[in-house]
């Protein structure tokens, strides 16, 4: 599948997206839930959970700080806001990881996907906070996307993530240099795609979207390379687009797998993930792009967001609305 064009890659993504039919209901499309948003973050998990939002997720949730759900609620009314998580110099004496992480794992039978880490923060309560969440996910099939300081958790709890392939991590150059480094991966020994292939085999079979000029996508099973034409820009947080996205496409694949609409059916779970991965990675680089045309080096995070429909019309079509992009 390394070898697949761009053109053959995209149409294979549009066949996981659903078709937009009078017979579904609220919900089915994607229930996604971005973790993170701590005192000091608040712009990440809003912009993460309206990529979701935007690319077509039915149910968009942030679980967040109290200080920075208030922050969160005033960006937009779309998106459901809980403040469940605490930082340690927030909490009171009957705040612990157990009681946190307990609210938040009781939301979890009514959510396809989770993102972890935008916003989030390193401080200690709630990075075990979010350890005990990723256990129980992985317990109920859950999904989950893992992204700045959510990677901290692969990288110093590999266990949370190691061998299920549910998971994805969208590590930038420097962070999946750590990761490598946590699991004896040299990254100077082969090409970009085998080193990417090698540290998701090192994981397990999980997902990773190595991030960069190009974006190396691999679960050791099948290894993509996406690198559509992006913005020059480099601005801080354009990644929550793209976590935003794959949620979203994570949840598509789930409503495929579970046939929620009549299809071929000939895309198995392992090439999903790989393909989901892609989707979301050539939505953000279009995204950046477009953002880019129109604001030129003032380009920030945000001004990605509103593009994000654009950008999937134009990478990958809408079923029933317009053909793939062959």
């Not at 958790?153 to 480094?181: D, I």
């Not at 190595?210 to 354009?238: A, C, H, P």
Request: with cysteine; charged share 20%; hydrophobic share 40%.
């Amino acid at each position: 599948m390394a070898a697949a064009t761009r053109k053959e890659i995209l149409s294979k993504v549009f066949k996981m997206v659903p078709p937009m039919l009078e017979s579904f209901h609220k919900g089915q499309l994607g229930r996604v839930a971005v973790i993170g948003g701590c005192e000091d973050y608040t712009g990440a998990p809003y912009f993460s959970a309206m990529a979701s939002a935007k690319l077509g997720c039915d149910l968009s949730h942030v679980i967040c700080e109290p200080g920075a759900a208030t922050v969160i609620k005033s960006y937009s009314p779309n998106l459901m806001v809980h403040p469940i998580l605490r930082q340690s110099q927030h909490a009171s004496s009957s705040d612990s990881v157990s009681s946190l992480s307990s609210a938040v794992i009781e939301m979890l039978p009514r959510l396809h996907v989770i993102v972890i880490g935008p916003g989030l923060g390193r401080d200690k309560l709630m990075q075990d906070t979010c350890a005990e969440i990723l256990k129980a996910a992985r317990e109920q099939n859950i999904p989950f996307v893992l992204d700045a300081d959510g990677l901290m958790l692969a990288q110093n709890k590999p266990e949370l993530v190691e061998g299920y392939t549910e998971c994805v991590l969208t590590p930038n150059v420097v962070e999946f240099g750590r990761l490598a480094k946590s699991k004896g991966v040299n990254v100077e020994e082969g090409d970009s795609t085998q080193v990417c292939s090698k540290l998701a085999t090192a994981f397990g079979g999980i997902t990773i979207i190595q991030k960069g000029s190009k974006d190396y996508i691999s679960n050791g099973t099948y290894t993509l390379v996406s690198e559509g034409e992006g913005g020059l820009k480099r601005s801080g947080g354009q990644g929550d687009t793209l976590t935003g996205s794959i949620a979203t496409f994570l949840a598509w694949r789930r409503a495929y797998l579970d046939k929620l609409w009549n299809h071929e059916g000939d895309l198995d779970e392992k090439e999903l993930l790989a393909l989901a991965a892609y989707g979301g990675s050539a939505i953000t680089r279009e995204c950046s792009r477009l953002a880019f045309k129109e604001k030129g080096r003032s380009l920030q995070a945000g001004d990605l967001t509103e593009h994000v429909h654009t950008a999937f019309l134009n990478v990958v079509g809408d079923p029933g609305t317009t053909e793939p992009k062959l």
